[in-house]
């Protein structure tokens, strides 16, 4: 009984060994199924050349984006120069009448000429030359009785008087001039101030 016993559990064992021994190797073989390198090596180079193409092409973007970054420069650089150049384009061109005047005048002067022709044609070119200058923006500052203005006024004589309010413009030496509302020259005056009593 006892021998009997023994062998059936020799049997066992030995069943159970090679069900042991079988297990490993079909799990070695699911789990190579189910690998996912395994899976994936076959699309892994299309994937690279995907990858090369794509550079491929931002390479070549931001190439063309240099040139024409590059181009953009020398047109900037360009129309600068030329900005520069022709910056006084348009105040030549509102002065030209008053150049023609000036012709005009100079060419109307003969040896015989009676002078009060030569002031007349000098005072015409004298009211040309302003109009135009008016036109681009440029007005005089050249008035006389009014209150002294630090920014359009700058004062060289002091002229005690009682005549006149204290600190007012009494004659304008040189004239200044504003440019579209801004001070280019000030207009050098002379200016009163409070006469003391004796």
């Given at each position: 009984?006892?021998?009997?016993?023994?062998?059936k559990?020799?049997?066992n064992?030995?069943?159970?060994?090679?069900?042991?021994?079988?297990?490993?190797?079909?799990?070695q073989?699911?789990?190579?199924?189910?690998?996912?390198?395994?899976?994936?090596?076959?699309?892994?180079?299309?994937?690279?050349?995907?990858?090369k193409?794509?550079?491929?092409?931002l390479?070549?973007?931001?190439i063309?984006?240099?040139?024409?970054?590059?181009?953009?420069?020398?047109?900037?650089?360009?129309?600068?120069?030329?900005l520069?150049?022709?910056?006084?384009?348009?105040?030549?061109?509102?002065l030209?009448?008053?150049?023609?005047?000036f012709?005009?005048?100079?060419?109307?002067?003969?040896?015989?000429?009676?002078?009060?022709?030569?002031?007349?044609?000098?005072?015409?070119?004298?009211?040309?030359?302003?109009?135009?200058l008016?036109?681009?923006?440029?007005?005089?500052?050249?008035?006389?009785?009014?209150?002294?203005?630090p920014?359009?006024?700058?004062?060289?004589h002091?002229?005690?008087?009682n005549?006149?309010?204290?600190?007012?413009?009494?004659?304008?030496?040189?004239?200044?001039?504003?440019?579209?509302?801004?001070?280019?020259?000030?207009?050098?005056?002379?200016?009163?101030?409070?006469e003391?009593?004796?």
């Amino acid at each position: 009984m006892n021998e009997k016993n023994n062998e059936k559990r020799r049997e066992n064992m030995s069943e159970n060994n090679e069900t042991l021994e079988i297990a490993p190797e079909t799990k070695q073989e699911e789990a190579s199924n189910k690998n996912p390198l395994s899976e994936t090596s076959t699309e892994l180079p299309e994937n690279i050349q995907k990858i090369k193409e794509k550079l491929s092409n931002l390479e070549n973007q931001y190439i063309r984006l240099m040139a024409d970054y590059q181009n953009l420069q020398k047109r900037t650089v360009q129309e600068k120069e030329e900005l520069y150049k022709y910056a006084a384009q348009k105040t030549i061109e509102v002065l030209l009448p008053a150049l023609d005047t000036f012709d005009y005048a100079k060419s109307s002067v003969k040896p015989d000429s009676k002078p009060e022709k030569i002031v007349e044609d000098f005072s015409l070119v004298v009211e040309m030359l302003l109009k135009c200058l008016k036109d681009i923006g440029l007005e005089p500052i050249d008035k006389t009785g009014v209150p002294f203005n630090p920014f359009h006024h700058e004062p060289l004589h002091q002229i005690p008087t009682n005549e006149l309010p204290d600190q007012t413009v009494m004659e304008v030496l040189k004239k200044g001039y504003i440019l579209n509302k801004k001070v280019i020259r000030p207009a050098l005056v002379s200016v009163s101030v409070k006469e003391e009593a004796k």
